[in-house]
Structure formats: C-alpha cells, structure tokens
Nanobody
C-alpha cells in the first residue's frame, strides 16, 4: 500500500523559512513526478512545484509563478522523498501543503495518482 507522509509544516513569521518533506513508501517513485500542491482557506487547491528525475537524465523542476525564486523543490530517490524548501515566506503562502505523486506531469490542472494527507503552514504578518 502506497503512503505519502508529509512533515515540516508549522508557524513562521513573514520572511521566514520552512522545509517540508514527503516520504513515500509502498513502492519506488524514482521515475515519477513528485511535487506539492497547496490549498488556502476558502480557495481551490493549486499547484506549487514538481520535479522529475529519471535515471536516464538530470532532474527537472517546475514552479508556480507565485513561488519562483522563493521555493526550491528537490528529491532524494534513494530515500523516495521529496522536499520543498520555502524561503521568504509571505502570509499568502499560508495553506495546507499536499505532497503528490504522478506518472505524468503535475500541473495546474492535473490530478495525481497519490496524495499525502497534508501539512499546515501558517505565515504570520
């Protein structure tokens, strides 16, 4: 049974940083897209970032415009884990962050085959 377990959320002041982790178990996802979505109160879930690192090429990363230059996604295929380093956080980054894994690209409109349970990040002003 596949499980995605997120950690690293919390409360931080504006300008601060958080690092989210998502550990996958149940199967290997080395050739899958792994990424993050978020959902703020009263808003729809939105794409944040994703990464693919197939064995035959280097890693590629994708970001929503709203987080480019502030967030960095990375992965460790040996640990089946994806990370999201969030710097220069703003109050509008407050949301529940969900880890997602998909065999195809993770995008604004895509779904995902696997989802984590979510981790809350709150950025105070």
């Amino acid at each position: 049974q596949v499980q995605l377990v997120e950690s690293g959320g919390g409360l931080v002041q504006a300008g601060g940083s958080l690092r989210l982790s998502c550990a996958a178990s149940g199967r290997t996802f080395s050739n899958y897209y792994m990424g993050w979505f978020r959902q703020a109160p009263g808003k729809e879930r939105e794409f944040v970032a994703s990464t693919i690192a197939p064995s035959w090429s280097g890693p590629r990363t994708y970001y929503a415009d709203s987080v480019k230059g502030r967030f960095t996604i990375s992965r460790d295929n040996a640990k089946n884990t994806v990370y999201l380093q969030m710097n220069s956080l703003k109050p509008e980054d407050t949301a529940v962050y969900y880890c997602a894994v998909n065999s195809g690209p993770l995008t604004v409109t895509s779904g995902a085959e696997y989802w984590g349970q979510g981790t809350q990040a709150v950025v105070s002003s």
